[in-house]
């Protein structure tokens, strides 16, 4: 008969095995409006500056803020470097699969105000992360500044890191870009908002520079690649509401909505607007051209009532690949206007890959600027055998754009622009390499009873099956829910924070696509940190629990 001794030892070589002992070694830090950053960073004795949660925290750590508004002052200002401010700087960084996490406590929302920093003379970034393998999630930026009266601009997030997660940011009500990317691969940016930003102080007041994601990695060859924009949404954003212009590495934008971008939220006319800005150099500067012309992807995403375009591919000097998207009521809704390849004038659209493209209502033109013959862009609703019009779709109601994200923070599910029963344009698309119903693909973002899964997944993040927990903290019944990306034995299993197992919730073989299971909090016996993981292949995920 084994020592007690002996299955000690061996139930901690299994939990090394299963990688699953590295929670007990993390620590966890809070941040709150009412903290200090004397305190010990505890729950009770939080800080107050997520920069002090900074300077605590290492690799695999959590850092929680707290609910609630966080006003910002100049003295806050992290460091002046040249002509910014970096109000928050994150510039410590993870190690590979140990992030540092800055975490919204689950169930609270912080708000952090920067109406009262205007230095003078300085472009202001709210958070600057010079970091990699950092994950950011849940943090809500108002109101940050704009100073300078000529050329400029503020940002509310700005990346120069790689293997970083930016997750469920709200950006709004400011003068700044609301997401901005200059450096760094493999960055996750995922279910974010940004919306009604407009510089309005600088140059000619139009905002022309406020994007509400902005993707413009600076260097080709040294690894800016895989940058994945994912379940976002930016309108009412002055300028753009995505743009990749200048990015020398290609750049993914998939399930993301684009809308009302140009405008003020009065509908007046401010700087460019429009939906996607798929690469492009500038018209005049050639010096900034790479060697090899980045093929951005844009795919399964919604451009709707924006000021100009809502898919373009501003003056690129090379294709993209644009598949299943939906415009609607855009100026045009798909220009793919090109320059030459020696750049001295602009011409219709090449090497473009357009398929199963969707639109409707065009308030000037549907399409523009396709060259047929040197692009493939032959199975769009455009030059199909179908009919677009209102009877298509389930619903046409522009007030379903900012409905509420689901519990797990995915875009709201809602009949917009989903086709309805009997729509011609069911089955009509091709196969582009991602899961459908039916026969065929349909034409536009929505696969008609089919929720469109995310396809691709960064190294080293370990959310592919997209574990999540409602409600969270828990109380009464949680249910988990999670999308298999392949057909697996699978595992749900409950811990405590120091890593024993208090349970097996289920095991079971299940299908490619979604699962819930539910399950009461009585499992969790006293308030705490709990943690659930998902097993599957050689795969798991874990997410932390709050009772
Ligand atoms: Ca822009
Ligand atoms: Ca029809
Ligand atoms: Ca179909």
């Given at each position: 008969?084994?020592?007690?001794?002996?299955?000690?030892?061996?139930?901690?070589?299994?939990?090394?095995l299963?990688?699953?002992?590295?929670?007990?070694?993390?620590?966890?830090?809070?941040?709150?409006?009412?903290?200090?950053?004397?305190?010990?960073?505890?729950?009770?004795?939080?800080?107050?500056?997520?920069?002090?949660?900074?300077t605590?925290?290492?690799?695999?750590?959590?850092?929680?803020?707290?609910?609630?508004?966080?006003?910002?002052?100049?003295?806050?200002?992290?460091?002046?470097n040249?002509?910014?401010?970096?109000?928050?700087l994150?510039?410590?960084?993870?190690?590979?699969?140990?992030?540092?996490?800055?975490?919204?406590?689950?169930?609270?929302?912080?708000?952090?105000?920067?109406?009262?920093?205007?230095?003078?003379?300085?472009?202001?970034?709210?958070?600057?992360?010079?970091?990699?393998?950092?994950y950011?999630?849940?943090?809500?930026?108002?109101?940050?500044?704009?100073?300078?009266?000529t050329?400029?601009?503020?940002?509310c997030?700005?990346?120069q890191?790689?293997?970083?997660?930016?997750?469920?940011?709200?950006?709004?009500?400011?003068?700044?870009?609301?997401?901005?990317?200059?450096?760094?691969?493999?960055?996750?940016?995922?279910?974010?908002?940004a919306?009604?930003?407009?510089?309005?102080?600088?140059?000619?007041?139009?905002?022309?520079?406020?994007?509400?994601?902005?993707c413009?990695?600076?260097?080709?060859?040294?690894?800016?690649?895989?940058?994945?924009?994912?379940?976002?949404?930016?309108?009412?954003?002055?300028?753009?509401g995505?743009?990749?212009?200048?990015?020398?590495?290609?750049?993914?934008?998939?399930?993301?909505?684009?809308?009302?971008?140009?405008?003020?939220?009065?509908?007046?006319?401010?700087?460019?607007?429009?939906?996607?800005?798929?690469?492009?150099?500038?018209?005049?500067d050639?010096?900034?051209?790479?060697?090899?012309?980045?093929?951005?992807?844009?795919?399964?995403?919604l451009?709707?009532?924006?000021?100009?375009?809502?898919?373009?591919?501003n003056?690129?000097?090379?294709?993209?690949?644009?598949?299943?998207?939906?415009?609607?009521?855009?100026?045009?809704?798909?220009?793919?206007?090109?320059r030459?390849?020696?750049?001295?004038?602009?011409?219709?659209?090449?090497?473009?890959?357009?398929?199963?493209?969707?639109?409707?209502?065009?308030?000037?033109?549907?399409?523009?600027?396709?060259?047929?013959?040197?692009?493939?862009?032959?199975?769009?609703?455009?030059?199909?055998?179908?009919?677009?019009?209102?009877?298509?779709?389930?619903?046409?109601?522009?007030?379903?754009?900012?409905?509420?994200?689901?519990?797990?923070?995915?875009?709201?599910?809602?009949?917009?622009?989903?086709?309805?029963?009997g729509?011609?344009?069911?089955?009509?698309?091709?196969?582009?390499?991602?899961?459908?119903?039916?026969?065929?693909?349909?034409?536009?973002?929505?696969?008609?009873?089919?929720?469109?899964?995310?396809t691709?997944?960064?190294?080293?993040?370990?959310?592919?099956?997209?574990?999540?927990?409602?409600?969270?903290?828990?109380?009464?019944?949680?249910?988990?829910?999670?999308?298999?990306?392949?057909?697996?034995?699978?595992?749900?299993?409950?811990?405590?924070?120091?890593?024993?197992?208090?349970?097996?919730?289920?095991?079971?073989?299940?299908?490619?696509?979604?699962?819930?299971?539910?399950?009461?909090?009585?499992?969790?016996?006293?308030?705490?940190v709990?943690?659930?993981?998902?097993?599957?292949?050689?795969?798991?995920?874990?997410?932390?629990?709050?009772?």
């Amino acid at each position: 008969m084994p020592s007690m001794k002996k299955i000690y030892i061996a139930a901690a070589c299994i939990l090394l095995l299963t990688g699953f002992i590295s929670p007990a070694f993390s620590n966890i830090y809070y941040v709150a409006n009412n903290g200090s950053d004397t305190n010990a960073g505890t729950i009770t004795q939080p800080f107050l500056t997520v920069q002090r949660g900074q300077t605590a925290a290492v690799a695999g750590d959590t850092v929680y803020i707290r609910g609630g508004t966080y006003v910002m002052t100049t003295a806050q200002i992290a460091q002046y470097n040249s002509i910014w401010a970096y109000v928050t700087l994150l510039n410590k960084s993870g190690t590979s699969g140990h992030r540092i996490n800055y975490w919204a406590y689950p169930g609270e929302q912080p708000v952090f105000d920067y109406t009262n920093i205007t230095p003078a003379g300085y472009r202001i970034t709210a958070f600057q992360v010079n970091a990699s393998w950092v994950y950011l999630k849940g943090i809500e930026v108002t109101g940050v500044q704009v100073t300078i009266t000529t050329h400029t601009q503020s940002e509310c997030f700005e990346n120069q890191g790689s293997n970083n997660i930016y997750e469920l940011l709200r950006m709004h009500d400011g003068k700044a870009i609301g997401f901005y990317l200059t450096k760094g691969g493999n960055n996750l940016i995922l279910n974010c908002d940004a919306w009604n930003n407009w510089d309005n102080v600088s140059e000619n007041k139009l905002g022309g520079n406020v994007d509400g994601f902005g993707c413009h990695p600076n260097k080709q060859g040294v690894g800016y690649t895989n940058n994945v924009f994912r379940g976002c949404r930016a309108w009412f954003n002055s300028d753009d509401g995505y743009d990749l212009i200048n990015a020398m590495e290609a750049v993914t934008i998939e399930n993301c909505w684009s809308f009302y971008n140009g405008y003020s939220t009065s509908f007046s006319s401010l700087g460019d607007g429009n939906g996607f800005k798929g690469g492009g150099f500038g018209v005049t500067d050639f010096s900034n051209v790479p060697p090899v012309i980045p093929r951005h992807q844009i795919r399964f995403c919604l451009a709707v009532k924006n000021k100009a375009n809502g898919f373009y591919a501003n003056h690129h000097l090379g294709g993209n690949n644009w598949f299943n998207n939906s415009a609607y009521n855009n100026a045009v809704n798909f220009n793919m206007l090109n320059r030459s390849t020696d750049y001295s004038t602009d011409v219709p659209g090449y090497d473009h890959n357009l398929k199963n493209n969707l639109g409707l209502g065009a308030r000037s033109t549907e399409y523009s600027n396709i060259d047929f013959t040197l692009s493939n862009a032959d199975t769009n609703y455009f030059n199909l055998p179908v009919t677009v019009n209102s009877a298509d779709f389930s619903s046409l109601d522009l007030s379903l754009l900012t409905a509420p994200r689901q519990a797990d923070g995915s875009l709201p599910a809602n009949n917009f622009m989903r086709l309805a029963s009997g729509s011609d344009l069911i089955d009509k698309g091709i196969d582009v390499g991602y899961p459908y119903n039916g026969s065929a693909p349909d034409l536009g973002c929505f696969e008609s009873n089919y929720t469109v899964t995310a396809t691709s997944d960064i190294p080293g993040n370990a959310r592919a099956a997209g574990l999540a927990a409602f409600p969270n903290p828990v109380k009464g019944e949680i249910t988990a829910s999670y999308r298999l990306p392949v057909p697996a034995n699978v595992q749900l299993a409950l811990y405590n924070a120091e890593g024993a197992l208090i349970s097996t919730l289920m095991s079971s073989k299940q299908e490619t696509g979604p699962h819930t299971f539910t399950f009461n909090d009585s499992y969790l016996r006293s308030a705490g940190v709990y943690v659930l993981k998902l097993s599957y292949k050689d795969k798991t995920e874990t997410l932390q629990l709050v009772k």
